[in-house]
């Protein structure tokens, strides 16, 4: 599976939009990129994925560069519950040891 | 959450006994995962299962112990619990469906070796 990078920290002010990019360089053609996040204490919750189009849910916004080295997260209305590790990784069909890395910590603040 | 459940929730047990944590799936899934998380290390994993009595070795299986006998549960077991064990565990299941292989996580356990 594909190396991804991401900051280690990032803050946002409650109601901006939360940007979190990711540096996918070395992505195949068959991986999708997906974004799970953290919260304290709990276990990763999944919050979007694609593969090459732009992605909207109820959660958040997936960009992906049309060259699909890099993709970014986004929070619309970023809010203090939005405060948690975001984990940015690449899988295929035959992805069957994930690795989550550091992932980007951001923290909301009023 | 979408099936997946582990038990305990906490545990407090001391150094040298045997203790096995429990996660158990309803979705039929076929692969499923032991992680650990401590501080400054983010997301480890010890050992994975990809069927029944089928599984494998992950990054940090020194001292643990797996099994799964049955599709909906994936055990496991340290043999003799040692302080640098005391983490927060959790158990994940990988989906497998025509557009999205991602996985789902358990609420995790709370270990505490004393």
């Known amino acids: 599976d594909a190396k991804t990078t991401q900051p280690p920290s990032m803050d946002c002010a409650e109601g901006r939009a939360a940007n979190l990019p990711c540096n996918h360089s070395?992505?195949?053609?068959?991986?999708?990129v997906y974004w799970y996040r953290q919260i304290h204490s709990q276990g990763p919750q999944y919050i979007i994925h694609?593969?090459?189009n732009n992605e909207t849910n109820e959660m958040a916004s997936l960009i992906i560069t049309e060259d699909r080295k890099s993709s970014t997260l986004i929070l619309p209305h970023a809010t203090l519950r939005d405060t948690a590790v975001y984990y940015c990784?690449?899988?295929?069909?035959?992805?069957?040891?994930?690795?989550f890395g550091r992932g980007t910590s951001l923290i909301v603040h009023p | 959450d979408a099936g997946i459940t582990q038990s305990p929730r906490h545990k407090v047990t001391e150094t040298g006994t045997p203790v096995t944590l429990r996660c158990h799936q309803t979705?039929?899934?076929?692969?499923m995962y032991w992680y650990r998380q401590d501080p400054g290390h983010g997301l480890r994993l010890i050992h994975y299962?990809?069927?029944?009595?089928?599984?494998d070795k992950g990054e940090v299986s020194d001292g643990y112990s797996v099994s799964r006998s049955k599709t909906e549960d994936f055990l496991l077991t340290l043999e003799s619990a040692t302080s640098s064990q005391t983490s927060v565990y959790f158990c994940?299941?990988?989906?497998?469906?025509?557009?999205?292989?991602?996985?789902?996580f358990g609420s995790g356990t709370r270990l505490t070796v004393v």
């Open positions: 994940a299941i990988r989906r497998d469906t025509a557009t999205n292989y991602g996985y789902t």
């Open positions: 070395t992505i195949s053609g068959n991986e999708y």
């Open positions: 694609g593969l090459k």
């Open positions: 990784i690449v899988l295929t069909g035959g992805s069957y040891i994930p690795t």
């Open positions: 979705e039929n899934h076929r692969y």
């Open positions: 299962s990809y069927g029944v009595k089928d599984t």
